[in-house]
């Protein structure tokens, strides 16, 4: 749901609370559930009106992380979450991860991006992801010197 209390605009995730199955804001109190209805403002004997909600999206929970679906024009999800059977059968093994520093400007990153033929030329010890599997492209450190990007 968004952020904010659309009574005075205090962020929720900051210093909000949950309370039973509601979020309440932590400037007055007031309570808003699932569906981001206000059901309770502390102060007040009459029912919240319906225009103090809170616009809710829809989330996901799958491989350990939540996906959240936003559309400017507030237009359902265009698509479901890839599901990996591997991951569901419980046959996927994580193996680790590999981090290294890429010396560069931000730009030059994005161009070559697209061109990963020259990985193969250029650099060696590359792991590269192609849909779904892994090919080596050498990545080296030495360059000439009219060509270098490390």
Known sequence: ?????????ANLGVGGRVVGDCVECPFHGWQFNTEGQ???IPYCDRAP?????????????YYDGVYMWYDA??????????????IDEGKF???GQVEDTARMHIQDFAENAADYAHFGVLHRNFYFPLIGRFFEV???YRC???????
């Open 1 to 9: 749901m968004d952020a904010y209390c659309p009574h005075l605009g």
């Open 38 to 40: 206000c059901t309770s």
């Open 49 to 61: 009106p319906r225009q103090a909600s809170l616009r809710t999206y829809p989330v996901d929970e």
């Open 73 to 86: 024009e507030g237009r359902p999800p265009q698509f479901q979450l890839l599901r990996i059977p591997e």
């Open 93 to 95: 093994v994580w193996r």
């Open 138 to 140: 050498p990545l080296s």
């Open 144 to 150: 000439t010197e009219a060509v270098c990007l490390m």
